[in-house]
């Protein structure tokens, strides 16, 4: 799967249920190649200005909601996804109707390629991810520096957007 065909089905779909009516047509090769794009731009969104731009949409960013937000980054389609990796502080000219404090979390949205192509194939998806060594603080940017503990470090309770009912 090209990336066009990508980016194609992601501007048409933009909720999980949407995504799989687009997907369950598609062969197992089809599935595991889009699921394989799909990881790996959510790995490219893996960055510290982009985790900056959820915290300040969100309030606040745990490792767990900042996948969730990437995720919904890109739900969002290719034209939101790219103007925020550009630009990350452009996310309200990237997304209109951003209210802040609002959900802009998708944890499912992510896995429906992967679902799918384990009930056709009924073997598991994997995918290798990397881990970026800011990424497991749960604080601000700014903060990075070590002026301010990190809450896994202080064993205090890390975000409560990490565990914040987003169902609509």
Same mark, same amino acid.
């Given at each position: 799967?090209?990336?066009?065909?990508?980016?194609?089905i992601?501007? @048409?779909?933009?909720?999980?249920?949407?995504? =799989? %009516? /687009?997907? #369950?047509?598609?062969?197992?090769?089809?599935? +595991?190649?889009?699921?394989?794009?799909?990881?790996?731009?959510?790995?490219?969104?893996?960055?510290?200005?982009?985790?900056?731009?959820?915290?300040?949409?969100?309030?606040?960013?745990?490792?767990?909601?900042?996948?969730?937000? @990437?995720?919904?980054?890109?739900?969002?389609? =290719? %034209? /939101?996804? #790219?103007?925020?990796?550009?630009?990350?502080? +452009?996310?309200?000219?990237?997304?209109?109707?951003?209210?802040?404090?609002?959900?802009?979390?998708?944890?499912?949205?992510v896995?429906?390629?992967?679902?799918?192509?384990?009930?056709?194939?009924?073997?598991r998806?994997?995918?290798?991810?990397?881990?970026?060594?800011?990424? =497991? %603080?749960?604080?601000?940017?700014?903060?990075?520096?070590?002026?301010?503990?990190?809450?896994?470090?202080?064993?205090?309770?890390?975000?409560?957007?990490?565990?914040?009912?987003?169902?609509?």
């Amino acid at each position: 799967m090209d990336v066009d065909r990508f980016w194609g089905i992601i501007d @048409r779909a933009p909720d999980e249920h949407a995504l =799989r %009516a /687009a997907l #369950e047509p598609l062969s197992r090769e089809e599935l +595991a190649a889009f699921a394989q794009l799909l990881y790996a731009f959510q790995d490219r969104a893996e960055r510290q200005d982009v985790w900056g731009a959820g915290y300040t949409l969100e309030g606040e960013m745990s490792d767990g909601s900042f996948k969730d937000f @990437r995720s919904w980054l890109i739900s969002r389609g =290719r %034209a /939101a996804y #790219e103007a925020v990796l550009v630009n990350p502080d +452009a996310l309200a000219d990237a997304v209109p109707g951003l209210v802040v404090g609002d959900c802009h979390l998708d944890e499912t949205y992510v896995y429906t390629a992967a679902e799918l192509y384990e009930i056709a194939t009924t073997r598991r998806y994997r995918t290798a991810t990397t881990r970026k060594p800011w990424s =497991r %603080a749960c604080r601000p940017p700014s903060e990075c520096g070590g002026s301010t503990p990190s809450p896994k470090r202080t064993g205090k309770a890390t975000s409560s957007a990490a565990t914040r009912d987003c169902s609509r």
